[in-house]
Every structure is written in structure tokens, then in C-alpha cells.
Nanobody, 122 residues
Framework: VQLQASGGGLVQPGGSLRLSCAAS????????MGWFRQAPGKQRELVAH???????DYEDSVKGRFTISRDNAKNTVYLQMNSLKPEDTAVYYC?????????????????WGQGTQVTVSS
């Protein structure tokens, strides 16, 4: 199983970006999915989380600006980021709880994407 994140970049304050994270491999089901971020010198923090059924929650500083969504048919999670601020600058990572086919049974593990840089600067 692999998670491939994309969509980061350089944007001016007030701008928007959309991150995507696609899971691939011998996937049976994906349960919780989420986006985390880590700024230089800081710990990785949860930004947004979404259940398989679509329930969401957000870190307080991004509420009303970021929207997490998912397409279960495509095994993909998205993060729409609007009204970006310099303090949103960080490497963004996706995470997914994946049940996959192993040789003789199903197994469940958490997987991380490789990270995508988001820089908000004028």
C-alpha cells in the first residue's frame, strides 16, 4: 500500500490550494483519513480528519478555511485550503487507516504519504 500526496506549492496570503492524496495497492477498505502538518521546529499536528462515512473535524485555526473530503471509489482524500495565512506554511502529510489483502488474511495498518510542501508568502 502506498499513499501519494500532491498539490502543494507557493501561494500568496489569502490564496488557495487543493491537496490530494491517493492510496494504491491491495486495498480492501480505507477507514479514517486525515491531513497533518509539520512546520520547522514544531511537532506534527492534526489539521483535519474524515471518517469513511464522511464525518469531519478540524484543528481550530483552520475551521472555516479548510475543507476535507474524500472519494471512497478512488481511495483519495482532499484538503481544500482557502484564505491561506503565512502560519499555514508547513509540510503537509496525509494518513490513512487501511485494511489490505496480505497473503492469507486481511490486515489493518496506518499509512503515511510522503509529504507535500505548502508555503504561504508574499
Amino acid at each position: 500500500v502506498q499513499l501519494q500526496a500532491s498539490g502543494g506549492g507557493l501561494v500568496q496570503p489569502g490564496g488557495s490550494l487543493r491537496l490530494s492524496c491517493a492510496a494504491s495497492g491491495s486495498i480492501f477498505r480505507i477507514d479514517d483519513m486525515g491531513w497533518f502538518r509539520q512546520a520547522p521546529g514544531k511537532q506534527r499536528e492534526l489539521v483535519a480528519h474524515i471518517t469513511r462515512g464522511g464525518s469531519t473535524d478540524y484543528e481550530d485555526s483552520v475551521k472555516g478555511r479548510f475543507t476535507i473530503s474524500r472519494d471512497n471509489a478512488k481511495n483519495t482524500v482532499y484538503l481544500q485550503m482557502n484564505s491561506l495565512k503565512p502560519e499555514d506554511t508547513a509540510v503537509y502529510y496525509c494518513k490513512a487507516t487501511v485494511t489490505y489483502y496480505s497473503t492469507t488474511h486481511l490486515s489493518t495498518e496506518d499509512y503515511w504519504g510522503q509529504g507535500t510542501q505548502v508555503t504561504v508568502s508574499s
